[in-house]
């Protein structure tokens, strides 16, 4: 069984820079959340993906956004970056059944710092 | 809303010593109850977790108790070792909409000695 795996591992940008992060979820999960983590501080809900579709958000603003793919994947894009995007952009995936929730499972992180 | 107030660190033990880490919560209606643990340069893993009032949560010598009178679900391991230094963070999980988001804590770093 394959955990969660996300792409690149580190990214460095520069301020006003687009950028796409990805994350492949694990084996028989349909549903992937996307957490930042400033440094020192715990992660922070940016939003969820459910089939296909944004099902709940963080208080994040537009310029994140997300797209979740028919093998369950996943796109986190940050559109004019800001410095304060510097971050850890953690993938967790689980599966979800008849509107119950499952354990979410993290991928090591994407470290983006913006300069 | 929901949040998460954890015992601030950073925390530093010799080992075999005895480890607690607070955690209170404030959220609406019964939200499961997690702690993480994030080794350096890794993502967080799920060390254990409590559905229920009452329920206790256990793994790797850990335990924590899920107590909705106090809303508390501190943290604790009778005998820590070296390998256990990381950063633990407190999580709760409860309904937004349909969505099963995670709301954490900002992290408690343990540091033990040999």
């Known amino acids: 069984e394959t955990g969660v795996t996300q792409s690149p591992t580190h990214l460095i940008k520069t301020r006003g820079q687009q950028v796409t992060l990805r994350c492949s979820s694990q084996s028989g999960h349909n549903t992937v959340s996307w957490y930042q983590q400033a440094l020192g501080q715990g992660p922070q809900f940016i939003f969820q993906?459910?089939?296909?579709?944004?099902?709940g958000r963080g208080n994040f603003p537009p310029r994140f956004s997300g797209l979740q793919f028919p093998n369950y994947s996943s796109e986190l894009n940050v559109n004019a970056l800001e410095l304060d995007d510097s971050a850890l952009y953690l993938c967790a995936s689980s599966l979800a059944v008849a509107g119950r929730y499952n354990e979410q499972f993290f991928g090591p992180g994407t470290r983006l710092t913006v300069l | 809303g929901n949040s998460v107030t954890q015992m601030e660190g950073p925390v530093t033990l010799s080992e075999e010593a005895f480890l607690t880490i607070n955690c209170t919560y404030t959220?609406?209606?019964?939200?499961?109850l997690f702690w993480y643990v994030q080794y350096p340069g890794e993502g967080l893993q799920l060390l254990l977790k409590?559905?229920?009032?009452?329920d206790k949560g256990s793994n790797k010598g850990f335990e924590a108790t899920y107590r909705k009178e106090t809303t508390s679900f501190h943290l604790e391991k009778g005998s820590v070792q070296v390998s256990d230094s990381a950063v633990y963070f407190c999580a709760l999980s409860g309904a937004s909409g349909s969505a099963r988001q995670l709301t954490f804590g900002s992290g408690t770093q343990l540091t033990v000695l040999p």
């Open positions: 409590a559905t229920k009032a009452d």
């Open positions: 993906y459910y089939r296909e579709e944004e099902n």
């Open positions: 959220a609406t209606g019964y939200p499961s």
